[in-house]
């Protein structure tokens, strides 16, 4: 694994549902078979790393336990870049999935925002052009 790499982690309750939703919103997997309970994705120069919420260890007891309880993500937004915004917001939506602010355009991009199935917010982002 690269040295220099950002990284951002997620714990979740289905690593499946989540890993497959990553997947279809253009993340790309990287096989690490010898670590069942985590899934390793990147998106551009940036690695997603989805991890069980309740199979994947804690480095502190106290940290894991209030992470279990919730809310998960609060305050913490992941914004990722898309070329179809629409398309990915109908992809939220036939998904079920929470939409806290529908496509708007506010000058620079197109945005909206978006809980996934853990409750993480995702600004999705398409620029002009």
């Known amino acids: 694994m690269p040295r220099k790499q950002l990284k951002v982690g997620l714990r979740v309750r289905d690593l499946d549902r989540s890993f497959d939703l990553y997947r279809r919103l253009g993340f790309r997997h990287l096989p690490q078979p010898e670590q069942a ?3 390793y994705l990147t998106y551009g120069h940036t690695w997603l790393i989805l991890s069980d919420l309740h199979q994947h260890g804690y480095h502190h007891v106290e940290r894991g336990q209030q ?3 919730g ?6 937004v992941l914004v990722v870049p898309t070329t179809d915004l629409d398309a990915t917001w109908r992809l939220w ?4 999935l929470t939409v806290t ?16 199935p853990d409750g993480y ?9």
């Open 37 to 39: 309970n985590l899934r």
């Open 67 to 69: 992470t279990r309880q």
């Open 71 to 76: 809310p998960a993500g609060l305050g913490f």
């Open 93 to 96: 939506r036939e998904e079920g």
């Open 101 to 116: 602010l529908d496509p708007e355009d506010v000058g620079w991009a197109r945005i909206f925002y978006g809980l996934d």
């Open 121 to 129: 917010e995702l600004m999705f982002e398409q620029f002009p052009g």
